[in-house]
Every structure is written in structure tokens, then in C-alpha cells.
């Protein structure tokens, strides 16, 4: 039996979405709410920013580091500093903070994200995880 192209062009898309417990935060929640982060599945094109995510990184180091090779040794410094503090930054820890960033419904800010994946790292894991589950499974397409 053929792919019937018409028939899924015709179906209705809704992208599923998911609570998940994060009692670790409860103090950040409202009093009586329950601490739950909404997470959704991702499109294709958002998925591809979650893998171009890494290499956005190691773009804007190129060029920092280009803007920087005729100025004072400080100045490279400081930048240094800011793209890589003490460590590299994992390709993988980029590829979380942009899942969580967005797949959390509302979306939440880089740098919210950013301080969970300091303070909270199971929880960003978790996140990041279920995200990627969810968006493997992809969008209902109606019955």
C-alpha cells in the first residue's frame, strides 16, 4: 500500500506536551501550585537548532578570537573568559540548555536555563531527556 501524501497533508497537527515534577524547585512556584514544568515536543526545525547549538558556540569563539588577534592580550583575555570561563563547554550541555530552552512551555530564558543547568542539573537532564522523548515520538496527526 502507497503513502497516501493527500491524506497526511489534510491531517490536523498537534504537538503533545507533557508535565513533569520538579519538587527540587517547589519554592519557586506559587504557594498551593504544584512544582510542574510544561515540556512540549519540538519541530524538525527546532531540532536542528538543538544540533546546530554547539557549533553556534565554537562560531562566535572563531570570531571573537578573529576581532581580537591585533588588540591588546587582555582583551583576548576577557573574551576568552567569557566563551569559555575555566572549561570547555560540552557540545552535549549545549544541546540540553537549548532543549530545555525550547521545549518548556512558556519558553524559558537562555540564562534561566543556564542557572538550572548550574544549580539543578538532574533537573535540566530530566527535562532535556523527556523533551527529546517527546519529540521522538513527534506530532499527533489525528485520528
Known amino acids: 500500500m502507497a503513502f497516501d501524501a493527500d491524506k497526511f497533508d489534510a491531517a490536523q497537527?498537534?504537538?503533545?506536551?507533557?508535565?513533569?515534577?520538579?519538587?527540587?524547585?517547589?519554592?519557586?512556584?506559587?504557594?498551593?501550585?504544584?512544582?510542574?514544568?510544561?515540556?512540549?515536543?519540538?519541530?524538525?526545525?527546532?531540532?536542528?537548532?538543538?544540533?546546530?547549538?554547539?557549533?553556534?558556540?565554537?562560531?562566535?569563539?572563531?570570531?571573537?578570537?578573529?576581532?581580537?588577534?591585533?588588540?591588546?592580550?587582555?582583551?583576548k583575555e576577557g573574551y576568552e573568559e567569557l566563551l569559555n570561563g575555566d572549561v570547555e563547554t560540552p557540545e552535549t550541555y549545549m544541546r540540553w540548555i537549548t532543549l530545555v530552552r525550547l521545549g518548556t512551555v512558556p519558553q524559558l530564558p537562555e540564562h534561566i536555563v543556564v542557572k538550572l543547568a548550574f544549580a539543578q542539573p538532574g533537573v535540566l537532564r530530566r527535562l532535556a531527556h523527556e523533551i527529546s522523548i517527546l519529540s521522538a515520538t513527534g506530532a499527533d496527526m489525528g485520528e
Open 13 to 75: 497537527t498537534n504537538f503533545p506536551t507533557k508535565k513533569i515534577p520538579v519538587p527540587t524547585l517547589k519554592r519557586f512556584f506559587e504557594d498551593g501550585e504544584d512544582p510542574v514544568f510544561e515540556i512540549k515536543s519540538l519541530t524538525g526545525v527546532e531540532l536542528a537548532i538543538v544540533e546546530e547549538s554547539a557549533n553556534k558556540l565554537a562560531r562566535l569563539r572563531g570570531a571573537m578570537e578573529a576581532i581580537a588577534r591585533d588588540t591588546v592580550k587582555g582583551f
